[in-house]
């Protein structure tokens, strides 16, 4: 095991140091030549260390790679990710509030788009804060998510149909939501494909996905780029990721689609409806037809974010 992975487990005080690691193919076209972004990443708490981030060469995707096996990703968000992302890992009154608010600003954006009733799956939901304007408004919900306590406070206080289970575990009827929606779980996940996959089958035809990514940085890259995002869903790959797995986008935008929120600023979305599932040599034509990074440009734009940060930075010291 390489050294930077030995200090990267003891920074996050993991009990096991024999995970197995290794390169995997882009997630999104399956191709096994990268270019390294960045190797120097935000590990959380002020501490920054190695953990590449690559850009697949032929589609530009962002991903760590190389990566764990699928038991670490499992450990790591039931073990150690509330505790270090928020210090606790107990659900927050205020936190489940702030679902209610951002789903309220969502209800109203697709109000266009979506039926009065209908039935919703929240993918990666924690509590189940999302789910609650739609129950109100007369929709079936569901939810599933890994972290146990956030779940039973979810069942037990906000009586929400929550699962505790891994994604890419769900059991879901077919042809059964209008909506389906990821805010920002995709990027955590250890499979994104079996989810999407999973999710398509259980998409009405014309049903709506909502996925939430991170498009741009708001400081410095080696914030932007950290352990607890394994793979970055820009505003191109938000969108080839949808079109592979069978949803047609029609909105993609970093406009605030679930309100202004400080904690996610940068963040964007991207919405599709539920259309024929391409071949993968029909979404090798959307790729070469130009829906795709060159990772020479991306880093020159993080290189070019991380100038402007130093520049402005420099100014206010002067």
Known sequence: MEEYIIKYLEHIQSDRFDYEVKMVPCEVCGRMEFTVVREEISLGQG???????QACN?????????????????????????RMTHHNTKPMHEFVENQVVRANNMIDYLKDYLPERGAVLDVGSSSGGFLIPFRDMGWDVYGNDP?????????????LPIEFIDAEEMQLEPNSFDLIIIMGSLEHVYDPNIILKKCRQASKEG??????????PLGLSKNFFNHNHHRYLRKTHIQLMMIK???????????????????????GYCVGRAITIPTQSELDVVIEGGLKDVPSET????DDFDAQIHLHTSKEIT
């Open 47 to 53: 501490v920054y260390g190695k953990y590449p981030v």
């Open 58 to 82: 032929h589609c530009g995707f962002l991903m760590h790679n190389p990566r764990f096996e699928k038991t670490f990703y499992q450990d790591f968000y039931r073990k150690y990710y509330r």
């Open 147 to 159: 972290d146990k306590e956030h779940v039973e406070y979810g069942i037990n206080e906000l009586k």
């Open 207 to 216: 049903g709506l996905l909502v996925l939430e990514g991170r498009f741009r």
């Open 245 to 267: 797995h069978g949803w047609q986008p029609f909105i993609a935008t970093d406009d605030p689609v679930c309100g202004v929120n400080v904690q996610r600023e940068g963040n």
């Open 299 to 302: 880093i020159k734009e993080f």
